[in-house]
């Protein structure tokens, strides 16, 4: 403990010794070494108590407040960030997958939203099917054809065969395709979590906050978006379509939480938003891109 702590930072409450007599909290500044910040980070992950109802009004309504908070110490009061996104992503995912399932059991999934999951990736030049040709059958205008690269070497080609005969497969039959790449989805999120914490260094590079800060405030915004697409899901099975009003939110929300958690001026925290939602969209496509494309040649 910091010979100059003399009051708790999480209640305030004069200490002696190294954790909190009031509220438990270590004390010290052990959120700069890696393994006290990742005990706090990660918590008990699957214990869910009475501090998530104080965790989620702020997540939604106080952009960058929680981050802010584990920023200065006071931690005990919360949800721990990874306990948290565990938590939510589990029922996100969950429900994407009970939805897509159905959609395509249904028959909502057509051969439209087939080609789509098939095609992600146009640089991989999937074409859905040949032009027909004078005397053509329709089994062969339906065809799939993979090109990866023009003249490629003999693995390249084996592996555009393989991924041909196994498009075809997606478009008589998607639903085990979808279910793999569904399964995939969590893990590929998961990935982006510290690529958007890098981003954030980047961005905040001259800053005094270091990496895992950085990962802390990905936690709290990724938490937030998919809590928000929660919301929104239900809301729209029981009332109205709001993905316009999904979008806002989502753009509004992070200079918001950028001016709070890192006080960074207003013309600042949009420009480093935009910067950074822009370059995240595209890191995403890429690896939902790779996901689709290795799920395929997998199958």
């Not at 989620?56 to 005990?76: Q, T």
């Not at 009970?98 to 146009?122: F, R």
């Not at 062969?140 to 497969?169: C, F």
Request: contains cysteine; proline residues 3%; charged residues 20%.
């Amino acid at each position: 403990m910091e010979a100059s702590t003399t009051h708790c930072r999480n209640c305030d409450a004069l200490i002696d010794g190294q954790y909190c007599k009031s509220c438990g909290q270590r004390e010290g500044r052990g959120d700069l070494h890696f393994a006290e910040a990742a005990k706090d980070i990660l918590g008990d992950v699957f214990t869910w108590d009475s501090r998530v109802w104080r965790t989620l009004f702020p997540l939604l309504f106080r952009p960058g407040f929680l981050s802010a908070e584990f920023n200065a110490g006071r931690r005990m009061r919360y949800m721990p960030p990874f306990r948290l996104y565990i938590v939510v992503s589990f029922l996100m995912f969950l429900m994407i997958s009970l939805t897509a399932g159905d959609a395509v059991v249904s028959g909502e999934w057509n051969e439209e939203s087939t080609e789509s999951v098939v095609t992600l990736g146009v640089d991989v030049d999937v074409d859905a099917s040949i032009a027909a040709e004078a005397g053509s059958d329709a089994s062969d205008q339906d065809q799939v054809t993979i090109n990866l690269m023009e003249d490629g070497p003999a693995w390249v080609q084996a592996l555009e065969k393989r991924m041909e005969a196994n498009a075809q497969r997606v478009k008589e039959d998607p639903r085990e395709y979808v279910d793999d790449l569904l399964e995939h989805l969590p893990q590929v999120m998961f990935v982006m979590l510290p690529l958007f914490a890098l981003l954030l260094k980047l961005a905040y590079f001259f800053s005094p906050y270091h990496y895992l800060q950085h990962l802390v405030f990905a936690l709290h915004y990724h938490t937030f978006v998919y809590l928000l697409f929660l919301i929104s899901s239900a809301i729209e099975a029981v009332s109205w379509n709001i993905d316009g009003l999904f979008s806002i939110v989502l753009i509004v929300y992070l200079p918001l939480a950028l001016h709070r958690c890192y006080g960074s001026s207003w013309g600042a925290a949009i420009g480093k938003s935009l910067a950074l939602l822009l370059s995240y969209t595209i890191a995403l496509f890429i690896g939902m891109v790779a996901a689709a494309i290795a799920v395929l040649a997998a199958m």
